[in-house]
């Protein structure tokens, strides 16, 4: 069987018959993977700490044309991640963070995106709590960016006209961005966004940071996602991760 | 369907079970004689009808109370708090808790759709105001999920009453090896030390 070495990031895990657990991995050099972690429930010595939730290492994937299944051969951990349990805003968001690349990576090997996944886990893990939702959200952007989804915002998603930085802009996820006024006035819907939301958009879409949000900017922030990222998704799968962290964001339920 | 396929495909729903071991289990089961099959299928109704989680802990029980919470030598003043009822054998099996239980039906798994209100943390929160609670351990599994809904117990009790809410420890397997240990669980064991 060939084996595939490479860094990863485990972003979901379950239970398997009665000692193994299944993996889905993230992987620098193959794209998102599920792989079979045989015995790992039981013994501590193969694998330790290290198939804990958003864990970096270097994954040995003992990998079989034709199935969908690999078998880890050995995870060695670079990164725990430990922090992300030590507030609930961290660990809503991150798997958030989680989901969106579960629902939308393939496997496919894409160096950019992994890196921007593993900034963004360090990111919400190192922010304070007060600030771990601008760090996923901040995340998420980047992410959608670094998988091909990044919306137009310096020029108008229509007809390509450059955009005014300070004035509101018409935003909607049909055109895949902010409009010109003159073609916001012909598309049929949309949420009109103010500069500043915008700037921290073209912000976060970079990478970078930006102000502080307070509480009703947050909640617009996630409402905007939650319609961009159920715009992209095609199977019908619910968002329940994400779900559960706008709620957490919000104060409305947990 | 065929009867075959039936049950195969109920067997498939079981956790861990493939549509290959079902096909298998649904085989076996027809070269056994009637009888076997139609015990276990009255053992199947029984459970069913039968077994439910305790009022007070939500352990699973064929009464009102389960066993725990029945035995008056249990100590009703500590509660330890744990993710499946299947993880109060495994404290029972080591024979030194004498407290009582409170089981929480999972963990927090956003990514499995379970959420703080999918979990009995708001009966546990009740049960601690109802008095007579001076301790809740916490022993959720030492795992990422595990940790977060450790933290949602604390928050939630913070607001119940006057009671110790204390964690179990963490770090260095019994008989185990330094040499062969990962370094979070040596990192954990450090931070977790304690006076000699």
């Known amino acids: ?254 | 369907m065929s009867a075959i396929d039936d049950l195969a495909t109920e067997f498939a729903k079981l956790p861990g079970i493939g549509r290959k071991t079902a096909l298998r289990l649904t085989y076996h089961l027809l070269k056994q004689p009637a009888e076997q099959s139609r015990r276990l299928a009255q053992t199947l109704l029984t459970m069913g009808e039968r077994v439910r989680p305790c009022e007070r802990c939500y352990n699973l029980t064929e009464d009102v109370l389960c066993a725990v919470c029945r035995d008056p030598r249990r100590d009703q003043a500590v509660v330890c708090v744990v993710e499946e009822a299947s993880d109060i054998g495994a404290i029972e099996r080591a024979g030194e808790y004498r407290g009582v239980y409170h089981v929480l039906g999972g963990r927090l798994s956003p990514l499995d759709g379970v959420g703080p209100e999918d979990l009995t943390v708001a009966r546990l929160v009740e049960r601690v105001r109802g008095g007579g609670v001076r301790e809740v351990i916490v022993a959720t599994n030492p795992s990422l999920e595990g940790e977060a809904t450790a933290l949602l117990v604390r928050r939630e009790l913070a607001g119940a009453g006057e009671v110790a809410v204390t964690r179990i420890a963490l770090g260095l397997p019994v008989g185990g090896d330094l040499e062969y240990a990962d370094g979070v669980t040596i990192a954990r064991a450090l931070t977790a030390r304690r006076a000699m």
């Open chain 1, 1 to 254: 069987m060939p084996l595939l070495v490479s860094d990863a990031i485990v972003l979901h895990a379950f239970d398997y018959l009665e000692s193994s657990r299944i993996l889905r991995l993230a992987t620098r050099e193959g794209g998102v993977r599920s792989a079979l972690a045989k015995g790992a429930r039981r013994s501590q010595r193969r694998f330790g700490s290290a198939l804990d939730l958003f864990a970096q290492g270097s994954a040995q994937l003992s990998t079989r044309t034709g199935r969908d299944l690999d078998t880890l051969a050995g995870f060695d951990v670079v990164a725990s991640r430990a922090a992300l349990a030590e507030d609930l805003g961290r660990f809503a968001g991150a798997s958030a963070i989680a989901e969106l690349v579960l629902h939308f990576q393939s496997d496919h090997a894409d160096p950019a995106l992994f890196d921007a996944l593993a900034a963004t886990l360090d990111a919400i893990a190192a922010a304070p709590p007060s600030r771990a939702v601008d760090a996923a959200l901040a995340g998420a952007w980047r992410v959608i960016g670094a998988l091909g989804f990044a919306p137009a915002l310096a020029e108008c998603a229509e007809c390509n006209a450059p955009l005014d930085d300070e004035a509101p802009a018409l935003f909607t996820h049909a055109a895949g961005g902010l409009l010109c006024e003159r073609c916001a006035r012909l598309a049929p819907g949309g949420r009109r966004m103010p500069g500043e939301a915008r700037r921290a958009l073209q912000a976060w879409s970079r990478g970078g940071e930006a102000d502080p949000l307070d509480a009703p900017a947050a909640r617009a922030h996630l409402r905007l996602l939650r319609e961009f990222l159920l715009h992209h998704v095609v199977d019908g799968r619910p968002l329940r991760a994400f779900e559960l962290w706008e709620r957490q964001s919000t104060g409305s339920g947990a």
